[in-house]
């Protein structure tokens, strides 16, 4: 993340430039600006050597009018409390354009958890719920991953939780692994999302995939996902992926000018989306610095890595070839950058709509969970595709209908949202 970005200013500046088309009126956007309820809370966690350690753990809740708080868990070195609001924030918007009955939340802890063991990985999750678990609950508020935690960290927790609740309780917490109240579909569901909305954007912009690239950054679970996608489903030729290497501490980009194959690369992938460089190179992919992503000449960009990854220093360097970005991470472009994105007239597939796949199957998750009915992968993806592409018309036609940018248009629609839930459960 670049030093001088802070993912709240950014979150909030989005949202006030919109309040300010809609003429929303005061109270509403002291309600809206800031998060209802938010938590900080310490973890001390027995380490393997005897030793105890302590971190800190976050929860925020921004908005639970039209249904429990829903938003993932990060664990990350950096996490910060300001990144947690933002990030809650647009889940609140994420689930309103999606039109799924839940509001915003997002957690988190400042670890890096591949310096940890299994062993205090699973202890510092029960550890994570037990700090939190009082304002948790299938009807309050479900958390779900995130960078850095995995369906296996999801089960510990559900399991503390419901051991502190006294009921198993599968619907506390979402992309739990399959067989133990997890969804189908749940870990393509992101990236997947992510390619519906490019597909209807090509549809648009009357782009053949077949003659189309697309240049990646990231390659954990959405950009992987992104990358089967495109190439699968689409038809299309994905360039390059890119990942940060924690052995050499800097980021890589793999590039292949005739097109890299994504389910080779995750053979030779961790559990934390670093590739084996050796492995790769071995392979004939060119390893370059992890910036080299962003000046491909490819038709599709997908930021699927972190918030704050194209700013005023890097967004100069973006081929005249693309024409679409597909934000696949949270917050990936700066304010700036945003602007030069409205300038060259790029297609834009903001993040709250693009990456909205994800809480779009964990909703899908919940609802099993209550029904204790589990549905076939075919039916999770077939529902999911329809959510996603009802939720691009419908964007794409404020787009169309106000003349604004395809990122105010989001916010219009969930702001619209939100704000009718919040006046007729008579908040304002
Ligand atoms: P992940 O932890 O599985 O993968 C992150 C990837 O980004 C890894 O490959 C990592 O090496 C890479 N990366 C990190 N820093 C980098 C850098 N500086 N340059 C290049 N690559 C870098 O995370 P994920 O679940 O794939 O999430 C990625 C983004 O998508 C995040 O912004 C997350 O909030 C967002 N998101 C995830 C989901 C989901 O379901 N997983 C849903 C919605 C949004």
């Known amino acids: 993340m670049a030093p001088e970005f802070n993912p709240l200013e950014v979150a909030q500046a989005q949202f006030d430039h919109v309040a300010d088309q809609l003429q929303l009126a005061s109270e509403v956007r ?13 973890i001390s966690v027995h380490m393997d050597d005897g030793s105890n350690r302590v971190f800190f753990g976050f929860r925020v809740q921004h908005n639970d009018a039209r249904g429990p708080c829903k938003g993932g868990i990060r664990f990350h070195p950096n996490e910060t409390l300001d990144t947690v609001r933002a990030l809650a924030m647009w889940m609140t918007w994420k689930c309103a354009v999606a039109d799924i009955p839940l509001g915003g939340g997002k957690g988190g802890a400042v670890v890096d958890p591949s310096t940890l063991s299994v062993g205090e990985k699973e202890r510092l999750c029960r550890g994570w719920v037990q700090g939190i678990w009082k304002n948790l609950g299938p009807r309050n508020d479900v958390p779900a991953p995130d960078v850095g935690t995995t369906p296996q960290m999801m089960g510990w927790m559900m399991d503390e939780y419901s051991t502190l609740v006294g009921q198993y309780t599968p619907g506390v917490i979402t992309g739990k692994p399959v067989g133990s109240g997890g969804s189908l579909g749940r870990k393509e569901a992101t990236g997947f999302g992510v390619i519906y ?25 959405v950009a992987q996902h992104a990358a089967i996608g495109f190439i699968e489903q689409l038809g299309g030729k994905v360039l390059c992926v890119s990942c940060y290497d924690r052995n050499d501490k800097t980021s890589y980009t793999y590039f292949r000018p005739d097109g890299i194959n994504p389910r080779f690369l995750q053979s030779i992938t961790d559990q934390y989306g670093t590739i084996d460089k050796a492995q790769a190179k071995a392979s004939g992919y060119i390893i370059e610095p992890g910036d080299a992503w962003i000046e ?56 709250f709509l693009c990456n909205a796949g994800g809480v779009t199957v964990s909703y899908f998750e919940s609802v099993q969970n209550d029904a204790n009915y589990y549905w076939e992968q075919d039916a999770v993806l077939r529902r999911l595709d329809q ?42």
Request: include cysteine.
């Open 197 to 221: 909305t490019v597909r209807e954007a090509m549809k648009h912009l009357k782009l053949d995939a077949h003659n189309c690239t697309a240049a990646l950054q990231g390659f954990g679970n």
């Open 30 to 42: 002291q309600i809206l600006r800031w998060p209802l309820r938010e938590f900080r809370f310490q």
């Open 387 to 428: 959510k996603m592409t009802t939720a691009f018309n419908g964007i794409h036609g404020m787009a169309q209908s106000r003349d604004v940018y395809m990122r105010d248009a989001a916010y219009m629609v969930a702001i619209d949202r939100v704000v009718k839930a919040m006046d007729l459960r008579g908040w304002l």
């Open 296 to 351: 491909k000449d490819a038709d599709v960009l997908i930021p699927a890595a972190l918030e704050g990854q194209i700013t005023a220093d890097n967004v100069g360097r973006i081929s005249p070839r693309v024409k679409i970005v597909a934000e696949g991470a949270n917050g990936p472009t700066s304010r700036e950058a945003d602007e030069v994105f409205k300038q060259r007239n790029l297609f834009v597939i903001p993040d």
